[in-house]
């Protein structure tokens, strides 16, 4: 066999050796990860900054609204990210369910926020504002590595 067609025997099987690793992978690294939904996270950060408050109760029913549809994308978006290997669970409990049952309960609180704005209750809106769902374990996502992720969790 020649020189030449050994190397590019050797070649191809070092390319098909590489394929098949690759093939074999286990998701994205951590970093890869982190970087990913915090780029995610960063977007819906701004997106509800941009939103701003309701000036007048009238406001408030589509301030809620968009609100909700922001969180919506950015919990679809991180769901649907490939999390590393033997992670997942663990991003599922500080993280993800925490984060999805906010906005949940941020929707179906929102007729009962509409009303206590309309009506002026303060009472009813303080007892609302202690039933937004779960909390994200912010020391546990910081330890993760998420910056930007805990801010839209802390939302």
Do not use: H, W
Not at 19 to 31: D, Y
Request: negative net charge.
């Amino acid at each position: 066999m020649s020189r030449s067609r050994s190397r590019v025997l050797a070649a191809a099987a070092a390319g098909a050796l590489t394929v098949g690793l690759t093939a074999c992978s286990s998701g994205p690294s951590k970093e890869d990860y982190v970087s990913s939904a915090e780029q995610i996270c960063a977007d819906a950060n701004s997106e509800l900054e941009e939103l701003g408050e309701p000036e007048s109760p009238d406001q408030l029913s589509d301030f809620l609204d968009e609100g909700i549809a922001i969180g919506d994308d950015a919990v679809e978006e991180l769901e649907n990210l490939e999390k590393p290997e033997g992670d997942a669970d663990e991003l599922d409990r500080i993280f993800l369910e925490p984060v999805r049952g906010q906005v949940d309960a941020i929707r179906e609180l929102a007729p009962q926020l509409e009303e206590a704005v309309a009506n002026e209750d303060l009472e009813a809106l303080s007892e609302l504002e202690e039933q937004q769902g779960p909390e994200a374990d912010l020391d546990a996502m910081r330890d993760y590595g998420f910056d930007d992720c805990v801010e839209f969790a802390e939302q």
